[in-house]
């Protein structure tokens, strides 16, 4: 369902590890945009500066180091496609703002740059913080989290579906003896 409506954002949640990229990517290429690019930026491995400027892309000379150039967004590198922003919970509120924008307005400015740029590209977005908390404790946007999640998936650990621990560990074990070449079929009961 979530899939067939390629405009929609999308707020995915759960754990670490529980899989949130994997369910992106699902979204993705069940999607009408699965012939476009299916991006990923994980919102908590930058520096706020760095950040915007891999989202949104930047003029030449906006800032010192940067290419000469200049260099295209992650925005435009998705185009028709998925954004996938992990760890939105740690996006810092100016930023916030900007994102804000973004979703609202359908385009965005590079940074030093005074053009809009306009963008067809379906964001989903994760975390594994209570978004809701944040909110009342105002480090997170409420705009931007109702933005965020029209429609929302929650990934249980797997703790809570212990049913998949058998399909997952036959997965493993069939592409770990696929790729080491070994013939191995099955587990003991221990």
Request: charged share 25%; proline share 4%; aromatic share 6%.
């Amino acid at each position: 369902r979530v899939a067939r409506t390629p405009r929609t954002t999308v707020l995915v949640g759960g754990e670490s590890g529980v899989g949130k990229e994997l369910v992106a990517r699902a979204i993705h290429e069940r999607s009408a945009r699965k012939s476009g690019p299916f991006v990923a930026l994980n919102c908590a491995a930058l520096s706020d500066a760095l950040l915007e400027a891999e989202l949104f892309g930047y003029e030449p000379g906006a800032f010192t180091g940067g290419s000469p150039k200049g260099r295209e967004g992650l925005l435009r590198t998705a185009e028709g496609g998925t954004l996938f922003l992990d760890e939105i919970g740690e996006l810092a509120l100016p930023l916030q703002a900007k994102l804000l924008r973004v979703l609202q307005e359908k385009s965005y400015r590079r940074v030093g740059g005074n053009r809009e740029h306009t963008m067809d590209v379906r964001i989903v977005a994760s975390t594994n913080r209570d978004l809701c908390a944040l909110v009342a404790a105002g480090r997170f946007r409420e705009d931007l989290f109702y933005r965020l999640n029209v429609m929302s998936i929650v990934v249980p650990p797997l703790r809570a579906r212990r049913e998949d621990i058998a399909l997952l560990a036959a997965h493993f074990l069939e592409l770990h003896a696929r790729e080491f070449g070994k013939h191995i079929t099955g587990f003991s009961e221990s």
